[in-house]
C-alpha cells in the first residue's frame, strides 16, 4: 500500500463474511475478532529510495471455484493500493481457467488459488503449468486452501514453487490485505532487479563492444604501421633495383653489340677465345640474356605493384574522409591475401571471380573499409579451408564458372561484385561458396567475441569491428545471408557522397 493510508470500504468493513467450502468455514474479520470500525487504517510503507515498478495497476488473478471467495476477495481488496497504483482483479472458476488467464496475462502479480477444484490437486497443476511450462517465475502464488489434508503444507512447500500457504479459516481481512501488499512488494522488487539487471547487461554490452573497437583498432593500426614499415623498407631497393635494370640491359646490349663486331671482323679468333666461347655457349648466352632481363623488369614491376598495394591498403597518410578507388582497395586487399588464395596440399586454388560495376570515387574512410574487406575476405577463406575436401577441377563445360554452379561446384570460389544502387549508393558484395552457417551462428557473427573458430585461432572481433566501421563511421549497412551448405554472402551498402556517421 501507498505511504498515504488506505481504507477498506465501509461496506467491507461493518460486515463479517462467512462463506462454506468444503465444509470448511473461513471469516474476514480483524485479528482480534472484532468488526472494523471506519477508523481503521491499513497502511503500508513501500520500500525507500525504490525505483517505481514498471506497472500501471497490479494485476491479481483470483483462483477459486467458489464464486462467494471471489466476491468476498474482491469486496475486500477493491479499494486497496500499492505504490499509489491500484488492484486490477482478474477471476477463474478452475484450474483450467486459470491456465488460460495467465497465459494471456504474463504480467499478473499475484495469484490468489485454491487447491481443490474440479480435481483434488488443480491447484497444484496450475503452479507447475506456470512454473515449468510458462517458466514464469516473477508471478507471486498464495495458495488458499479449505482441505489442508489434500495438500499437507509440509509436501506443498517442499514440492512446488509457491510463495506462501495459508488456511482459508486464518485469512481475516487484515491478514489477507498483508498477504496481498508483501506479495506485490515482493513482485515489485523482482520488477526493480529485472530492470537494473537489464541496465546493467546493456552498459555490459555496450562496455565490451568499445573495448572490441579498441583492441581491433589497435591491432589494426599495428598491421597498417607494420605493412607501411614493410613497403616503405621494399620502397626504396626495389627502386634502386627498377631503376638501374634499364641502364644495365643498355650496358648489356652495348657489349653483345661490340661482341658481334668482334666476330664480324675476326671470324677465326685464336684458340684461346675459341675454347671459351665454346664452353660459356656464346650463341645461347647471347639469345638468353635479353629474356632474363625482360624477367628482371617484370619482377621488378611485380616488386613495385606489390609495394604500392601495400601502401595503398594501409593508407596511414590518409586518416580523414577522400574520394576512394573502391576497387583499388579491394585489390590491395586481395594481393596481401594472395599466399592463402593458392593451392596447397590441404585446399585446392582458391578462385576469386571479379564483377566490378562502373564506380565512382567514393568518400570514405579508406583505411577503415580496407579492414572491412580484410575481415570479410579473410573469414572467407577460412571457412573455405575448414570446408573444402574437393577435387582439383570443377569447371564448366565451356571452361567457365557460371552463376549457376556457383554454389554446386566443389572448386572453393570468392565472388566479389560491384554496383551502383539507389543512384548514391555502393554494394560491395562478398559471396563464398564454403559450407555456410546456421541461424544461431548467423544471428550471432556480428557480436564482440563470438567466434567459431578454434581455441588460438580467431578473436572474434573482426566482424563486429567491420559492422561498427560500415554502420557508424560510414553510415551505411552490412548485412550476412548463409545457410548450411549454400555458402554466404556479406552485402556492404554505403553513400557515395560524404559518410554520416551514426550512434549505435
Not at 515449468?132 to 509440509?154: D, S, Y
Not at 623488369?297 to 593508407?315: C, M, P, T, W, Y
Request: charged share 20%.
Amino acid at each position: 500500500m501507498s505511504s498515504e493510508n488506505q481504507r477498506v470500504s465501509n461496506s467491507a468493513a461493518d460486515a463479517l463474511f462467512v462463506f462454506a467450502d468444503n465444509n470448511d468455514a473461513f471469516i474476514f474479520a480483524d485479528d482480534d475478532g472484532r468488526q472494523p470500525s471506519n477508523e481503521d487504517d491499513i497502511t503500508s510503507q513501500a520500500v525507500p529510495n525504490s525505483p517505481p515498478a514498471p506497472v500501471a495497476v497490479w494485476k491479481v488473478l483470483i483462483v477459486d471455484d467458489d464464486v462467494l471467495v471471489h466476491r468476498a476477495t474482491t469486496l475486500v481488496l477493491e479499494d486497496c493500493t500499492f505504490e499509489s497504483k491500484p488492484l486490477m482483479f482478474l477471476h477463474a472458476y478452475s484450474g483450467t481457467e486459470a491456465k488460460s488467464l495467465i497465459q494471456a496475462h504474463p504480467n499478473t502479480a499475484l495469484i490468489l488459488l485454491d487447491v481443490v477444484m474440479e480435481t483434488h490437486d488443480a491447484g497444484l497443476q496450475v503452479v507447475q503449468y506456470i512454473r515449468a511450462e510458462l517458466h514464469n517465475h516473477k508471478v507471486r502464488i498464495v495458495l488458499r486452501t479449505g482441505q489442508p489434508g489434500e495438500a499437507p503444507e509440509a509436501s506443498v512447500i517442499l514440492g512446488y514453487d509457491i510463495n506462501d500457504y495459508r488456511l482459508k479459516t486464518e485469512l481475516t481481512r487484515q491478514k489477507l490485505i498483508t498477504v496481498v501488499i508483501s506479495s506485490l512488494r515482493s513482485y515489485g522488487n523482482i520488477l526493480t532487479i529485472e530492470n537494473q539487471n537489464s541496465k546493467l547487461t546493456l552498459a555490459l554490452d555496450h562496455l565490451q563492444k568499445t573495448q572490441a573497437q579498441l583492441i581491433q583498432a589497435e591491432k589494426m593500426s599495428s598491421l597498417g604501421q607494420m605493412v607501411a614499415g614493410v613497403a616503405h623498407e621494399i620502397n626504396n631497393p626495389a627502386n634502386f633495383i627498377y631503376g638501374n635494370l634499364f641502364h644495365t640491359e643498355t650496358y648489356v646490349q652495348a657489349l653483345l653489340k661490340l661482341i658481334k663486331i668482334y666476330q664480324q671482323h675476326y671470324p677465326a679468333p685464336v684458340k684461346a677465345i675459341q675454347t671459351t666461347t665454346e664452353s660459356i655457349d656464346l650463341p645461347f648466352l647471347m639469345e638468353d640474356l635479353p629474356k632474363l632481363f625482360n624477367s628482371m623488369q617484370a619482377g621488378a614491376e611485380r616488386i613495385k605493384h606489390i609495394v604500392d598495394s601495400l601502401r595503398n591498403f594501409s593508407r596511414l597518410d590518409e586518416a580523414g574522409i577522400k574520394p576512394v578507388d573502391i576497387h583499388s582497395g579491394i585489390d590491395s586487399t586481395l594481393l596481401i591475401l594472395q599466399h592463402r588464395l593458392q593451392a596447397n596440399d590441404n585446399h585446392p586454388k582458391i578462385t576469386v571471380i571479379k564483377e566490378y560495376g562502373q564506380l565512382p570515387l567514393v568518400k570514405c574512410y579508406a583505411s577503415d573499409l580496407n579492414q572491412v574487406f580484410m575481415n570479410i575476405l579473410s573469414n572467407a577463406i577460412d571457412a573455405l579451408e575448414m570446408g573444402t575436401q574437393r577435387p582439383a577441377q570443377c569447371i564448366a563445360g565451356d571452361g567457365e564458372i557460371t552463376s549457376e554452379i556457383f554454389f554446386q561446384c566443389p572448386l572453393p570460389i570468392i565472388h566479389i561484385r560491384t554496383e551502383i544502387h539507389d543512384a548514391n549508393k555502393v554494394l560491395i558484395r562478398i559471396a563464398d561458396n564454403g559450407p555456410g552457417m546456421n541461424e544461431s551462428t548467423l544471428n550471432s557473427i556480428f557480436n564482440p567475441f563470438f567466434t567459431t573458430k578454434p581455441i588460438g585461432s580467431g578473436t572474434g572481433l573482426g566482424l563486429s569491428t567491420s559492422y561498427s566501421i560500415v554502420v557508424q563511421q560510414h553510415g551505411g549497412n552490412l548485412s550476412c545471408s548463409s545457410m548450411p551448405g549454400k555458402g554466404t554472402e556479406f552485402v556492404i551498402d554505403i553513400s557515395i557522397q560524404d559518410p554520416v556517421k551514426v550512434k549505435i
